[in-house]
T-cell receptor
Framework: GAGVSQSPSNKVTEKGKDVELRCDPISGHTALYWYRQSLGQGLEFLIY????????KSGLPSDRFSAERTGGSVSTLTIQRTQQEDSAVYLC???????????FGPGTRLTVT | GENVEQHPSTLSVQEGDSAVIKCTYS??????FPWYKQELGKRPQLIID?????GEKKDQRIAVTLNKTAKHFSLHITETQPEDSAVYFCAASNPNFGNEKLTFGTGTRLTIIP
């Protein structure tokens, strides 16, 4: 079946602009996660959605970052007034629920110039 | 919150030898410990996981051990092959409400020398 998809695959934006990154999870997966991975670095947790519960936003690095998950499916990560330090690969993952395998998408490579 | 430390950061192993990667965690309530493999330019993929009700789990050449008392777990890869070259991430998670995310280690870059 279809895996997790993300769009765009690459995004180049100017400093100060807003960007939206999209994640389509695997159908039926109730949990959705966003991570950030800087070049050669680990996976930095950003935000977690589980069903209809309030999202865990504890990993968002600043109030310029926000995310939504509409209808329990598609999620959008928005970064406002982008800065050069926001440059990274943004990975989305979904899972059937807590304590289950997370299936990662291919990521969106964001470059802020 | 949870803190996961992973060692070593880089590891080079002769093909056919074994590789061991170690992780420690801080939250004694954590009860799920997956390992992910990320090949260059690709997405992370789960290779094995262990839950706190068992001490060891094996899948062909890969095994994971868990010591809950010491709060550490390890990945063992035997008879290493070139395709094992990748970055490996450990992670820990606990079921407490409001803290259901995975906390990842910083990764180990494993290189298999032919």
């Amino acid at each position: 079946g279809a895996g997790v998809s993300q769009s765009p695959s690459n995004k180049v934006t100017e400093k100060g602009k807003d960007v939206e990154l999209r994640c389509d999870p695997i159908s039926g997966h109730t949990a959705l996660y966003w991570y950030r991975q800087s070049l050669g670095q680990g996976l930095e947790f950003l935000i977690y959605f589980q069903g209809n519960s309030a999202p865990d936003k504890s990993g968002l690095p600043s109030d310029r970052f926000s995310a939504e998950r509409t209808g329990g499916s598609v999620s959008t990560l928005t970064i406002q007034r982008t800065q050069q330090e926001d440059s990274a690969v943004y990975l989305c993952a979904s899972s059937p629920g807590h304590l289950y395998e997370q299936y990662f998408g291919p990521g969106t490579r964001l470059t802020v110039t | 919150g949870e803190n996961v430390e992973q060692h070593p950061s880089t590891l080079s192993v002769q093909e056919g030898d074994s590789a061991v990667i170690k992780c420690t965690y801080s939250d004694s309530a954590s009860n799920y410990f997956p390992w992910y493999k990320q090949e260059l330019g690709k997405r992370p993929q789960l290779i094995i996981d262990i839950r706190s009700n068992v001490g060891e789990k094996k899948d062909q050449r890969i095994a994971v051990t868990l010591n809950k008392t010491a709060k550490h777990f390890s990945l063992h890869i035997t008879e290493t092959q070139p395709e094992d070259s990748a970055v490996y991430f450990c992670a820990a998670s606990n079921p407490n409400f409001g803290n259901e995310k995975l906390t990842f280690g910083t990764g180990t870059r494993l290189t298999i020398i032919p």
